[in-house]
């Protein structure tokens, strides 16, 4: 462990985070992305790093709950009213060891907008989180916020279930980020001429999908850097609440479809099964992976947790 | 035509390696199809009915060819020659390609009968005939780059139009001509270039080819 982080370090970049950070979004509502960040939380705590959970679903804050913990006294909304608050002064402790929660908006200020310098200090403080990972739990919908704490992470999972309306809105977010982030290599590499020039002539140079835009961009624009960042950009699939064999064959479809829609690498990182254990647990304010150990469901977030883990080692490596 | 643009590889279609093995391939072609059959719920709102047929099509196309052996080590030939493979990245069957391997055949040559006297007609045009160079295409012993480049240039007909041909990339057939085998992929793959070259040139392709590779270390 100690091997790893000290690589790590040796490794960064100047203009990479501390940390890993690992945002999950979905698009949808109540599709799990709250209980997937919690247990891939405790999970990545529980192989020994050190792991800061950050509850972004300013609107209706519940991580705590989905993490089996009451609502912490201070949260994002102290951060942002306060301009003195440092990120650390809101991380709380939870009962896992090596994981610290910072908990939403518990009060009933209204903090679900955030000023341009509220937006860039909230940012900033993430990115220089001392951590081994942030998992940032993000809201439904395709809000300005939560495209850019999407983008700023190191690690994009996308979260569906195998429901046709979570599968669209799944889609739309990533459609929404991704030409958001085209957006900024747009403005950074003055390419809106380029682009403009390109959708004029969009019927004959057959540009149908992102990933006819994007090939016949890095035609026209050499950059090189450009290309790398581009292509540095992955999603990665969580499927959901899975209750059928045949539902797990969905999840290499999106990601096939997702890879020839944007022509960007996709992983899909595995499938979870439907077990009413999940809430039932819930209930009784213990997160799953405490009261069940031996469910199926427990193993599957395992897997997932070391794939994850084990990507920064391949990284690292290469 | 297609938005899938037509630099995507059999391979890339697949979402398999180059040196997938046959039963990975049967895998990913089962999922594609599946994926991209017209009510498949991966699709919806991502690629139209058209187009999800349209892929299906080009699926068809790609296992139809990457699940036999032989078709698929001519597309590999294929795709080296283009430069869009290394050789290293290919099965182990198309490493192994043997003497004797037939490349892709080849269109028929749209050209009317008709030449002029004293000349002689070629797939892409014609030439006019002298014997002594006849005379030495008959007799020589050495099929090196040199000779087949003065072949090519006597029977008039130009590197581009070699290369369409072939399917083999002008850079590796001026290679293959300046006797450069530093530029060259493996042996196996040179061995089906100058096949391949010496079909278009209209030579004996196992005489040329096993001459020039006593050349070829
Ligand atoms: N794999 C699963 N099996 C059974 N129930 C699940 C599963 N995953 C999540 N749930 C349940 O679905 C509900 C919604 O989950 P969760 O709160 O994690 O979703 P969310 O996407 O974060 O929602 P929101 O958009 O409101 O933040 C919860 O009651 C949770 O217990
Ligand atoms: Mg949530």
Known sequence: MVEINNVRKINRGINRPKARIIAVAGGKGGIGKSFVSSSLSIFLANMGHKVVSIDLDLGCSNLHTSLGLAPPPKGLQDFILKPETKLTDIMHPTSFAGLSLIGGNNSIDDVTQLSIPQKSRLMSSIYHCDADYVILDLSAGTHELTLDFFLMATDKIIVTTPEPSSIENAYRFMKASFFKFIKRYEYQYQLSPVIAELMTQQKQLGIRSPNDLLKRLFKEEESISLKQQIERFKFNIILNQCRSYKDIGLGHSIKSVSQKYFGLPTEFLGHLDYDNAVWQSLRSRKHLLVEHPHSQLYTQLMQMSRKLAHTEIRRVAS | ?217
């Open chain 2, 1 to 217: 035509m297609s938005y899938i643009s037509n630099e995507q590889t059999y391979y890339e279609l697949l979402e398999v390696s180059p040196d997938a093995p046959q039963d990975e391939i049967h895998r990913a072609y089962q999922r594609a199809k599946e994926t991209y059959s017209p009510d498949s719920p991966a699709l919806y709102t991502m690629f139209t009915r058209e187009e999800a047929l349209e892929l299906s099509k080009l699926i068809e196309e790609a296992y139809h060819v990457l699940s036999n052996k032989s078709k698929r080590r001519d597309y590999d030939l294929q795709l080296v020659g283009h430069s869009k493979l290394s050789p290293e990245e290919l099965s182990n069957d198309s490493q192994v390609l043997q003497d004797g391997h037939e490349p892709t055949p080849k269109p028929q040559s749209k050209l009317s009968n008709d030449v002029p006297d004293g000349h002689k007609k070629t797939r892409f045009g014609s030439y006019q005939v002298k014997p002594e160079m006849e005379d030495a295409i008959e007799n020589t012993m050495e099929w090196d780059g040199s000779f087949l480049r003065k072949v090519r240039v006597y029977k008039n007909i130009s590197l581009e139009q070699l290369s369409a041909e072939t399917k083999i990339s002008r850079t590796y057939l001026k290679a293959v001509e300046d006797n450069n085998f530093d530029k060259l992929p493996a042996r196996v793959f040179v061995r089906g270039f100058v096949v391949q070259l010496a079909k278009a040139l209209s030579l004996d392709e196992n005489k040329v080819a096993k001459s020039y590779m006593n050349m070829v270390k």
